[in-house]
């Protein structure tokens, strides 16, 4: 699908404020659209799955009002052959699957297209390019999962990630 869930979410989002509903979650699979707030002042809090297992459980949460959470990683689209892992993010340089540090990047935007666009391009690019790109949209953040069990956020996200596993650790980006 490309960004074509991004796109859907934001279609959802626009028919629903169309309807006067103000207020929902728009969940497409790896692509979540908090719509308002859950209670007045209150924001919606998104977990973020344990990359290491497909289906796994939340490692952290942040809370989100009006934002769409994008995540592309190595662990729903897979196979296994002789030892090696093959997941389904190509590197557009060798054809193969992508092969750096990470486990996974989920993108905070305020459109889900965006988000959609950015998560696998910024998952080639690698932590410290990829927070170079993000740096260039205003609004927009980035969650790096690495295969260490790090995690590094962009500027914007300080102090809002909740680390909910203590087999992850959040890293300063400085």
């Known amino acids: 699908g490309a960004i074509a869930k991004g796109y859907a979410a934001d279609e959802i989002a626009r028919l629903l404020s169309e309807r ?5 979650i728009i969940d497409l699979g790896g692509n979540i659209l908090a719509l308002g707030e859950k209670a007045p002042g209150k924001p919606w809090t998104v977990g973020i799955r344990d990359p290491r297992t497909s289906g796994g459980k939340p490692i952290m949460s942040l809370q989100a009002t009006n934002a769409s959470l994008v995540t592309s990683g190595i662990y729903e689209r ?5 030892g ?11 054809g193969y699957p992508a092969d750096n540090e990470l486990l996974s990047v989920t993108i905070l935007s305020p459109k889900s297209i965006r988000a959609d666009a950015l998560s696998t391009s910024v998952f080639l690019l690698g932590t410290e390019r990829g927070l170079e790109l993000i740096s260039k949209f205003p609004g927009t953040e980035a969650i790096f999962i690495d295969r260490e069990g790090g995690i590094r956020t962009s500027k914007g996200l300080r ?14 980006n400085d």
């Open 84 to 94: 090696k892992h093959y997941h389904h993010i190509l590197d557009p340089a060798t």
């Open 20 to 24: 006067r509903i103000t207020s929902g």
């Open 159 to 172: 102090g809002r990630v909740r680390i909910l596993d203590p087999g992850f650790t959040l890293h300063d």
């Open 78 to 82: 897979f196979f296994v052959e002789n």
